[in-house]
């Protein structure tokens, strides 16, 4: 099964239109012959493939409800809108909801079916057809006779009947597609024979991009192979358009048919291998509706085999292409089985077919199993987010988003994936820490709005371990509060050291720093009241010690003069001492008025900071205040002294 996708040219084309029932099916055929070629190829649109996707479309399956052919969408709408509460319809979703039958069950009861009137089945119930394993007898009986009331009840075949020319006009182009791209030989070439195999591309009308890959084997051992292929594109008339890049989803739904049975008649061997990697990428396998390890393998193997047919017929390059694709939907060992497929090819002698090659199959898996085991250990994980993913309080204010890795990350490499209205308004300096195990992103958020985006997706993988290996993608929600300053604290620190990685709270190695410094502020706050006294006492101290010091300096020039024999007379001693009331020339320390100057400059400096900043001004103030008292206490001592007279200079 594929949800909508080289070459494909058919050796003999059967170009068919199926009316009503099968038995009454009007063919217009166009055949070519290709040496070495025993099959058809029939392009039809099946009644008995639109019976029951209808059916399972009025009863809500999702994958039947989403058509691209509108106008045959409304006129389906238009007639049969108003039997959803039919017994075929409840039947149909009661089995949906019970036994899961959907996507590929559904046309794989189809084709067992005789017509789309008499709804009997071509094979008998004893056996039970393993092809339709998630129905029962009891089940398809019941279902059966529902539907072919439904048929009569509803004119299901008027409904046929009108829609002829459309089908012929969809039948048409597709016809006319493969009828340039010829390569059905493959098939045989590439599997081994099945000669009595017939190839049908059936195009449903209502399944857009829904394709299957069902095949039907009756008693004489005869097989028929199908594509249920979707229509997904239309023209400007809204009429089915068919182009080449479709043609590989024909080959993977053909392949399936190969495919299937060599791993289900080996599934004992084969079931621990595709268990272990379904875990590993069970995400991406469930959104596309793989929901088991058995599937995960005919899917792997069945995309591997369509690769080798992109490689042979379209080149290496768009291989690569196809590799690269099936690796975004979670295939990641898809380059090693490619390789693997290559050795088959190369040693067709010793495998003539593949099921001859299965015991390579099988170890191969076991080895992947083990190696994507192995990555699943280095795969980054979240440790940690700001907002918390799913809060529903988160503060509008907070200006960034926060995620903590458990291992350093790809540098200048991640991944936020959204948009619209609910995806946050993201800023463009995104960054790691410098450990790279810390991503933050700068955005803007909006009071009582919820948000959602993804981390890494299915076809973006930006966040990535410093090894390459991709974050598995996190769907991200969360809700604002109704207004800033509410809800959620805006940031908390983020800090990782080697004791792990630590959101909020205190860094355990900063308890010793932390006591020092609460120290530290105790006896700040002890000192703070004395400063202005302790400042005070400072100035005067600083003034006596200068004085003190000249007078040293005085005394040990007199000591340098007595050594030289230099006599000391009075009038010598004399003109060592600073004369308070000499002349400006022959004063050295004018202080007593400056320290009066400055001490009232600070005083009314002090006073002015006081008003304006508080009680820091106190400080300036008292220290002008030692100033002024200094300068004071200087120029009384100055003015005890009796005046000299000045002396003349020695001769």
């Known amino acids: 099964m594929k949800i909508a996708s080289t070459k494909f040219l058919a050796a003999i084309f059967l170009f068919t239109f199926v009316a009503a029932p099968l038995r009454a099916q009007t063919n217009r055929a166009i055949s070519q012959g290709v040496p070495g070629s025993a099959h058809s190829l029939q392009v039809v649109v099946d009644p008995r493939v639109e019976l029951l996707s209808l059916i399972f479309r009025l009863a809500g399956n999702p994958e039947y409800n989403m058509p691209r052919v509108e106008s045959y969408a409304d006129?389906?709408?238009?007639?049969?809108?108003?039997?959803?509460?039919?017994?075929?319809?409840?039947?149909?979703?009661?089995?949906?909801?019970?036994?899961?039958?959907?996507?590929?069950?559904?046309p794989s009861l189809a084709i067992h079916l005789s017509d789309a009137e008499?709804?009997?089945?071509?094979?008998?119930?004893?056996?039970?057809?393993?092809?339709?394993?998630?129905?029962?007898?009891?089940?398809?009986?019941?279902?059966?006779?529902?539907?072919?009331?439904f048929v009569k009840d509803s004119s299901f075949q008027e409904f046929i009947e009108q829609h002829r020319p459309l089908y012929q006009i969809t039948v048409a182009r597709m016809q006319t597609l493969l009828d340039k791209e010829a390569h059905i030989e493959w098939f045989d070439a590439y599997f081994g024979q099945r000669p009595q195999a017939s190839f049908t591309v059936a195009l449903e009308l209502l399944n857009g991009g829904g394709?299957?890959?069902?095949?039907?084997?009756?008693?004489?051992?005869?097989?028929?192979?199908?594509?249920?292929?979707?229509?997904?594109?239309?023209?400007?008339?809204?009429?089915?358009?068919?182009?080449?890049?479709?043609?590989?989803?024909?080959?993977?739904?053909?392949?399936?048919?190969?495919?299937?049975?060599?791993?289900?008649?080996?599934?004992?061997?084969?079931?621990?291998?595709?268990?272990?990697?379904?875990?590993?990428?069970?995400?991406k396998m469930r959104s596309q509706a793989y929901d088991n390890g058995y599937t995960l393998l005919c899917e792997s193997l069945v995309r591997a085999c369509v690769v080798r047919y992109v490689r042979q017929y379209e080149g290496e390059e768009a291989a690569g292409r196809a590799i690269q694709a099936e690796i975004r939907n979670g295939f990641l060992w898809m380059p090693e089985m490619s390789d693997l497929l290559g050795d088959y090819e190369a040693h067709r002698d010793r495998y003539p077919t593949l099921e001859d090659f299965t015991p390579r199959l099988v170890a191969f898996f076991a080895e992947m199993a083990k190696k994507q085991a192995d990555l699943a250990g280095k795969q980054p994980k979240i440790v940690s987010m700001i907002p918390a993913n799913g809060a529903q309080d988160?503060?509008?204010?907070?200006?960034?988003?926060?995620?903590?890795?458990?291992?350093?990350?790809?540098?200048?490499?991640?991944?936020?994936?959204?948009?619209?209205?609910?995806?946050?308004?993201?800023?463009?300096?995104?960054?790691?820490?410098?450990?790279?195990?810390?991503?933050?992103?700068?955005?803007?958020?909006?009071?009582?709005?919820?948000?959602?985006?993804m981390l890494n997706s299915e076809n973006y993988e930006g966040f990535r371990s410093d090894e390459g290996v991709p974050l598995e993608p996190v769907s991200v929600t969360f809700k604002t509060a109704s207004q800033k300053g509410t809800g959620q604290i805006k940031s908390s620190p983020v800090r990782i050291d080697s004791t792990g990685i630590h959101v909020g709270g205190k860094n355990p190695a900063?308890?010793?720093?932390?006591?020092?410094?609460?120290?530290?502020?105790?006896?700040?706050?002890?000192?703070?009241?004395?400063?202005?006294?302790?400042?005070?006492?400072?100035?005067i101290a600083i003034v006596f010690y200068f004085r003190h010091r000249r007078n040293k300096m005085m005394h040990e020039t007199m000591r340098a003069l007595i050594e030289k024999g230099v006599p000391i007379t009075p009038e010598l001693v004399e003109s060592l001492k600073i004369k308070k009331n000499a002349p400006t020339a022959l004063k050295s320390?004018?202080?007593?008025?400056?320290?009066?100057?400055?001490?009232?400059?600070?005083?009314?400096?002090?006073?002015?900071?006081?008003?304006?900043?508080?009680?820091?001004?106190?400080?300036?103030?008292?220290?002008?205040?030692?100033?002024?008292?200094?300068?004071?206490?200087?120029?009384?001592?100055?003015?005890?002294?009796?005046?000299?007279?000045p002396q003349p200079p020695a001769q």
Not at 135 to 147: E, G, I, K, S
Not at 431 to 438: G, I, L, N, S
Not at 512 to 535: C, H, N, R
Not at 590 to 599: E, V
């Open 118 to 149: 008499s709804l009997m089945l071509r094979v008998p119930i004893q056996p039970w057809p393993e092809a339709l394993g998630r129905w029962t007898a009891p089940d398809v009986t019941n279902f059966l006779a529902a539907a072919r009331m």
């Open 510 to 539: 900063d308890n010793d720093k932390s006591s020092l410094g609460e120290l530290a502020i105790a006896a700040l706050a002890l000192l703070i009241p004395l400063a202005p006294f302790m400042m005070v006492i400072a100035v």
């Open 75 to 106: 006129d389906a709408e238009k007639q049969f809108g108003k039997f959803r509460d039919h017994a075929v319809v409840k039947l149909a979703r009661n089995l949906h909801d019970t036994r899961g039958v959907s996507y590929d069950a559904i």
């Open 211 to 283: 394709c299957y890959g069902p095949h039907f084997r009756d008693a004489d051992g005869h097989e028929e192979l199908y594509c249920i292929l979707g229509v997904w594109q239309t023209d400007k008339q809204g009429l089915p358009v068919f182009t080449r890049d479709m043609l590989p989803t024909v080959v993977h739904e053909f392949c399936h048919s190969y495919v299937n049975p060599l791993i289900e008649n080996h599934r004992t061997e084969f079931s621990a291998a595709g268990d272990a990697l379904f875990e590993r990428v069970a995400g």
């Open 394 to 453: 988160v503060d509008p204010g907070l200006t960034a988003i926060q995620v903590v890795f458990d291992r350093p990350m790809a540098g200048k490499s991640w991944a936020l994936v959204g948009g619209g209205d609910h995806c946050p308004e993201a800023g463009k300096d995104a960054h790691y820490d410098a450990q790279r195990k810390v991503w933050t992103v700068p955005v803007k958020l909006k009071p009582d709005w919820s948000y959602e985006f």
């Open 589 to 645: 320390d004018p202080r007593p008025h400056n320290d009066i100057r400055l001490g009232l400059i600070l005083v009314g400096v002090g006073a002015g900071v006081v008003i304006v900043a508080g009680k820091l001004g106190w400080i300036v103030l008292f220290v002008g205040a030692a100033y002024l008292a200094v300068g004071l206490f200087e120029r009384n001592n100055s003015s005890n002294q009796p005046p000299q007279p």
